[in-house]
């Protein structure tokens, strides 16, 4: 039997519950999922693609995860429909969060069909308690000194913390 792969894209600045959320669901229908890290030049970003990288294998690295489940993390250097090619997948996974969400992936979805028809683009709806958490709004609210611990790690909101100095 051949290992199902999928390609989970985005910035992860910084890596959310909800981003983990997707990741746990997305692992029900493939064996494989490689967590793409983009260098996205329209977001300016907080951490540094090897800092984002590193942050989610440690997130990463305290989950269980079925038997035979496997996940990588891996930077996406080129377009993403040849990251995903190029990483063996057959499948690339989209957290939705709401309508306005729904928009811009599916722009993103007819153009990566146009360039590669065999890869299939899949929509998950975020898990209700993850709907409004975004990575924008915890780098902002943690900006102010906010408290962020229903929307990351500790580990992750004590990077955050040092990044803003509060």
């Known amino acids: 039997m051949t290992d199902v792969v999928g390609v ?4 992860f600045d910084p890596f959310t519950y909800g981003h983990l959320d997707i990741v746990k669901r997305a692992l ?18 907080v951490f540094s693609n090897p800092e984002r990288i590193d942050m989610i294998k440690a997130e990463l690295a305290g989950q ?31 957290g939705l969060r709401a309508v306005s969400d729904f928009d811009r992936e599916f722009k993103l979805c007819v153009m990566n069909r146009r360039l590669n028809e065999e890869i299939e683009s899949v929509f998950i709806m975020t898990d209700e308690r ?28 004590l990077k955050l913390k040092e990044k803003f100095g509060v």
Do not use: C, W
Not at 28 to 45: E, F, M, P, R, Y
Not at 134 to 157: C, H, M, N, Q
């Open 8 to 11: 989970y894209p985005g910035t």
């Open 130 to 157: 993850f709907q409004f958490v975004s990575s924008t709004f915890t780098k902002e609210i943690a900006r102010l000194g906010g408290d962020i611990s229903t929307f990351v790690s500790p580990a992750i909101a």
């Open 64 to 94: 269980t995860f079925a038997k035979g489940k496997k996940v990588i993390v891996k930077p996406i250097p080129n377009l993403l429909i040849d990251f995903a090619r190029e990483a063996g997948a057959s499948v690339i996974f989209r």
């Open 28 to 45: 029900k229908v493939v064996d494989t999922l490689v967590i793409g890290v983009a260098q996205n030049s329209g977001k300016h970003t």
